[in-house]
């Protein structure tokens, strides 16, 4: 599976932005999707995650209520919408996939990773 992450960018404290993240080379239906961050000096971070069959979804707690994770496995793409941004949500965004059964939600040690997309959030 190759992964192409965009939709990063500046912005303010408050503000929104959305990412998206396309798929291509295998069956996008068949693996849990997700998005991991990796800010200055610290280690990547899970941030959210959602099952192949899209009905499921995880989040860690420093994003929930913030942030929504969608798929659409007819277009093998996820989104991720960013909402009350903070300036502590300024990382390197990467997507991931794992193969999994329709509900999971498990993303440890992900197959595939796309090449990252930069979010600044600016106090």
């Known amino acids: 599976v190759q992964l192409q992450a965009s939709g990063g960018g500046w912005v303010q404290a408050g503000g929104s932005l959305k990412l998206s993240c396309a798929a291509s080379?295998?069956?996008?239906?068949?693996?849990?999707m997700g998005w991991f961050r990796q800010a200055p000096g610290k280690e990547r971070e899970f941030v959210t995650a959602?099952?192949?069959?899209?009905?499921?979804?995880y989040y860690a707690n420093s994003v929930k209520g913030r942030f929504t994770i969608s798929r659409d496995n007819a277009k093998n793409t996820v989104y991720l919408q960013m909402n009350s941004l903070k300036p502590e949500d300024t990382a390197v965004y990467y997507c991931?996939?794992?193969?999994?059964?329709?509900?999971?939600?498990?993303?440890?040690?992900?197959?595939?990773w796309g090449q990252g997309t930069q979010v600044t959030v600016s106090s």
């Open positions: 991931a996939a794992k193969s999994g059964t329709p509900f999971s939600t498990s993303l440890n040690e992900p197959n595939y």
């Open positions: 080379g295998r069956t996008f239906s068949n693996y849990v």
């Open positions: 959602i099952s192949p069959s899209g009905v499921f979804t």
